[in-house]
């Protein structure tokens, strides 16, 4: 007999504990630790090469972990696996629709592997052709579809059952403007209605701002796990870009006054987390020649990102 989710594993969405992944003696994923509660929206980000999709696929059952555990809703992902699957969408890099079959024959397929046939099935496949914009394209080849419109039919499949939990490995990637904003749209409906929980991976670090949290992988640990505006905050006030030779001797200047969280040298010259007013990065680089470009804005992700996946130097 399969044992049922028990005690505060069946409370979350996703608990992990020292997952780990080898392949051979590489490891990909050195001991993931992560709550997700029910409904949360959590980015997983990262370099490539970073552990994500490893991570993803341990948790969706599609590899067995090298140690630890990890439980989805309580039921064990090595031990339980139907379990986990029937509570899944899965929307992985590569295309999952059958270009031979029309958009609805996918759909339909879909639906049967889902346990919905019949009637039921059909009355889901009509809904949701409906809810993601694809009815006009029902009776299309799938393989006539534009990366865009493929795109969302992965979503209208992985969303068909109406699963609790959705893992998405870059579910945007490749799609212009207009069909990354139409795929959003429907995740918050899904959210917002259904009370999905969604876990996504993206190079599109604009994409993870709304996130109840971020979770930044690097060499297969985590190196940053809390919500977007916490990990902004942790760099500072400003963050000062710095180009040209004096540039050495403003960041020397600014250590000096005190303000500096954190520093990073980039290709070009530095990137600066400063504490306080702007200002004190403009008034320091006055007195300073050789500065051939001086910016001044709020930290984003996108530098937490490269502070916390790529070498630091701490002042």
Known sequence: MTPGPEGADAALAIRAEGLGRDYGDTRAL??????????????????????KTTAMLLLATLLAPSRGRASVFGHDVARERAAVRRRLGLVFQE??????????????????????????????????????????????????????????????????????????????????????????????????ERGATILFSTHYLSEAEPAD??????????????????????????????????ADALISALSDSGVVVVAQRTGRGWRVGVRGGGEVVTERAAAVSGISRLSVRPPTLEDVYFARTQVEVES
């Open 30 to 51: 050195v001991g993931l630790n992560l709550a997700i509660r029910a409904g949360a929206l959590v980015g997983l980000l990262g370099p490539n090469g970073a552990g």
């Open 95 to 192: 295309p999952s629709v059958d270009g031979l079959l029309t958009v609805e024959e996918n759909l339909l397929f879909a639906a049967r592997l889902a346990g919905l046939d019949g009637q039921a099935g059909r009355v889901a496949v009509r809904a949701t052709l409906h809810r993601t914009g694809l009815a006009p394209r029902a009776r299309q080849p799938a393989r006539q579809l534009s990366g865009g419109w493929r795109r969302l039919a992965d979503i209208a499949r992985a969303t068909l059952h109406q699963p609790e939990l959705l893992i998405l490995d870059e579910p945007t990637v490749g799609l212009d403007p207009e069909h990354r904003d139409r795929m959003w749209s429907l995740l918050d409906t899904e959210r917002r």
């Open 213 to 246: 949290r971020v979770v930044m992988l690097a060499r297969g640990e985590v190196v940053a796990d809390a919500p977007p505006f916490a990990l902004r905050s942790g760099l500072g006030d400003h963050i000062a870009e710095v180009d040209g030779d004096g």
